[in-house]
C-alpha cells in the first residue's frame, strides 16, 4: 500500500476527464465513454518541465478543491492574443506562470476568464489515454497529420485536418519569447 501511495503521488496517476473543454482532443463527441487518461507527475514536481502544447491537470485558480485538464498555450515570457471574456486583447505570461485553455474555446474555463496560472498549480502532464481501449495510446504534441487520402477514408482525413486547422489556430496567437528576442536583435 505505501508502494502504491508513492507511485501515485510522485511518479503517475490516473484520471477520469470530465467535460468538453478539451473536445475533440479528449471526450470527443463521437465517444460513449469518458477519457480515463494517465498523467506524469515526476516530470513536474522532479523535473519542472513545462513545453507549449502539453495537456496538464492543475489546480483551479478560483476553486482550489477542483482539477482543470487544460492545454499549455503560452509560458513566461510569451505574448498571448486573448480570447472574450478576457479585458485585455493580448498579455505578455509572467515569469513562473503558463497561460492555459482548453482546445473547445466555448466550452472552457481557462485563462480567458481567469488569466495566467502559477506553474506551482500544476500537478502533472497527460501521457496517454488508457480508456476507451479504441482511443489507447499516447497524444503527440505536435499536430495531427493527415491520413492517406487513398484509403478512402475521408472522415479520419477530414479529423486531421481539423486538428492541423485548430493547432495552427492556437499556434498564431502566440509569440514565443525565442521570437521575440530575435526580432530584437534584428
Do not use: C
Not at 31 to 38: N, P, T
Not at 52 to 81: Q, Y
Not at 137 to 150: A, S
Not at 168 to 180: A, G, I, Q
Request: aromatic share 10%; glycine share 6%; proline share 8%.
Amino acid at each position: 500500500m505505501p508502494t502504491a501511495f508513492v507511485f501515485t503521488q510522485y511518479f503517475y496517476g490516473l484520471k477520469i476527464v470530465s467535460g468538453r473543454s478539451m473536445q475533440p482532443t479528449l471526450n470527443p463527441d463521437s465517444s460513449l465513454w469518458r477519457d480515463v487518461a494517465l498523467f506524469d507527475r515526476f516530470s513536474i514536481y522532479a523535473k519542472q518541465k513545462y513545453k507549449r502544447g502539453d495537456i496538464v491537470a492543475l489546480k483551479s485558480p478560483t476553486d482550489p478543491n477542483r482539477i482543470l485538464v487544460k492545454r499549455i498555450i503560452g509560458l513566461e515570457g510569451d505574448i498571448v492574443k486573448t480570447l472574450p471574456p478576457y479585458p485585455d486583447p493580448e498579455v505578455t505570461v509572467p515569469q513562473g506562470h503558463a497561460w492555459i485553455e482548453g482546445d473547445e474555446p466555448f466550452h472552457s474555463n481557462d485563462s480567458n476568464q481567469f488569466g495566467s496560472v502559477p506553474l506551482a498549480l500544476i500537478d502533472s502532464r497527460l501521457v496517454l489515454v488508457v480508456w476507451p481501449l479504441n482511443r489507447f495510446g499516447h497524444l503527440l504534441n505536435k499536430p495531427m497529420q493527415p491520413r492517406n487520402v487513398e484509403s478512402g477514408n475521408r472522415s479520419d482525413y477530414r479529423l486531421a485536418m481539423a486538428e492541423l486547422e485548430r493547432e495552427r489556430w492556437r499556434n498564431s496567437r502566440v509569440v514565443t519569447f525565442h521570437r521575440k528576442i530575435d526580432t530584437e536583435r534584428s
